[in-house]
């Protein structure tokens, strides 16, 4: 079953000329407390370096060129140096109260720009960000920017400042940074999923958040194999939300369930994509010929694509009229609520999952997608769900950095 949901309303003023309504800063008490900020970092340097780690500098502070060579190298390259120097200077950095304050702030203390919905970062803050972004597991979802647009202090490069041959589109801004999820990002996304697969009681429910969508489902064969053995007589539920393909980053989500007794057929398959501009998800043949090549059939048996259920939701808003940079690319967020609301199906009813029809499914699983529906298969507007993606991309980086503060 396809859901259309409408992507504008007439007379809707611009998004470009809307503040965002889920913040309460204004840019004045922003840009105060970026520059508060900025002071506090480099502070934080100018003792670091005072304590010797950075021996041609701190030999001598008494003279006044040296005393001009480190306020230039604390402006330019000390945090740079400082990352260098450290195996984990985020974590570092977080043990420090008033810089953790200030990276660590709600959505509601950001200031937005209203072009794009930018955040207004303070310089040095920017630079931790992209400096963190080079060590592994470290990178703060949606606040870096990729090396190719970092300069040689960890600031971000402008599209006017790039190379005349570079290939990066003007109109794409920086969008918070990175313009889709990282594996941090996804990973924050998988033990939310996880946690709501843990409730189940009824019917067992699994949330599957590993490798691409062949490897989901190929780990969805292998378990139910495994289940075979065990002479488990009980229906399995299993919740896919991972990305399409190496070739594409785009995410989807699905519903697999399954029977021990048939380990190598599925009971039903739903595939739920967020983009279905067409009446059908532009992915919905490739997820065809993946279930078929997971689960082949017998000769003469009809294949388990002809039991594959269209949930897509059209929730990505890519249409003509808004500019690119506006335009809602935030799949990991719909595919995981998705994925969340048919997971949460699975617990309180299973009967449902066991035999409803899908016009049933969508409407219980849209009833629960709160961030993105009225009520049930009732959208909210367009900009609406703009300024919620923009407040999940901030909160997205601030649970990461939370989980290294330990905080």
């Known amino acids: 079953m396809h859901v259309a949901i409408p992507i504008s309303s007439d007379g809707e003023e611009p998004m470009e000329n809307q503040p965002i309504t889920y913040t309460t800063t204004t840019r004045e008490r922003a840009e105060a407390a970026n520059e508060r900020f900025?002071?506090?970092?480099?502070?934080?340097?100018?003792?670091?370096?005072?304590?010797?780690?950075?021996?041609?500098?701190?030999?001598?502070?008494?003279?006044?060129?040296?005393?001009?060579?480190?306020?230039?190298?604390?402006?330019?390259g000390a945090l740079r140096s400082f990352f260098k120097h450290h195996d984990d200077p985020l974590a570092l950095l977080l043990a420090?109260?008033?810089?953790?304050?200030?990276?660590?702030?709600?959505?509601?203390?950001?200031?937005?720009?209203p072009d794009a919905y930018e955040p207004l970062l303070a310089k040095f803050e920017r630079r931790i960000y992209n400096l963190a972004a080079h060590r592994e597991h470290r990178e703060v979802p949606f606040r870096y920017s990729p090396t190719s647009r970092q300069g040689a202090h960890g600031d971000s490069i402008g599209w006017t400042d790039l190379p005349l041959d570079h290939t990066v589109r003007e109109d794409i801004g920086y969008y918070f940074g990175t313009r889709r999820s990282d594996e941090t990002a996804l990973n924050?996304?998988?033990?939310?999923?996880?946690?709501?697969?843990?409730?189940?009681?009824?019917?067992?429910?699994?949330?599957?958040?590993?490798?691409?969508?062949?490897?989901?489902?190929q780990a969805i064969k292998t378990a139910a194999e495994c289940l075979l053995a065990t002479d488990n007589e009980q229906f399995h539920c299993f919740v896919v939300q991972r990305r399409h393909a190496a070739n594409d980053r785009h995410l989807g989500a699905a519903l697999v369930l399954m029977h021990p007794a048939q380990p190598h057929t599925p009971q039903r398959v739903i595939f739920c994509d967020t983009l279905?501009?067409?009446?059908?998800?532009p992915w919905w043949n490739t997820f065809r010929n993946t279930v078929d090549a997971v689960f082949p059939q017998p000769e003469g048996a009809a294949p388990v694509s002809d039991r594959l259920e269209d949930g897509a939701l059209n929730l990505q808003r890519l249409h003509e009229g808004v500019p690119v940079r506006h335009q809602d690319i935030d799949c990991a967020f719909y595919s995981a609520s998705i994925a969340r609301a048919l997971i949460q199906l699975a617990v309180q009813f299973p009967d449902l999952i066991l035999s409803g029809s899908m016009e049933a499914i969508v409407h219980e699983m849209t009833a629960r997608m709160p961030d993105y529906f009225v009520e049930a298969n009732i959208p909210k507007p367009p900009t609406i769900v703009r300024e919620i993606n923009v407040i999940r991309r901030w909160n997205t980086g601030r649970e990461a950095l939370m989980q290294i503060s330990g905080k």
Request: a negative charge; one cysteine or more; aromatic letters at 8%.
């Open 38 to 76: 900025d002071e506090l970092v480099k502070q934080y340097l100018r003792d670091w370096i005072s304590h010797g780690t950075v021996t041609h500098l701190s030999d001598d502070l008494s003279s006044g060129d040296a005393a001009h060579d480190l306020d230039e190298f604390i402006e330019t």
């Open 276 to 281: 279905s501009p067409n009446g059908q998800p």
């Open 188 to 217: 924050i996304l998988a033990r939310q999923l996880h946690r709501e697969a843990d409730l189940a009681h009824e019917m067992p429910v699994y949330a599957i958040t590993e490798g691409y969508m062949l490897e989901s489902l």
């Open 96 to 113: 420090h109260d008033g810089i953790a304050d200030h990276l660590l702030r709600t959505g509601c203390d950001v200031y937005f720009e």
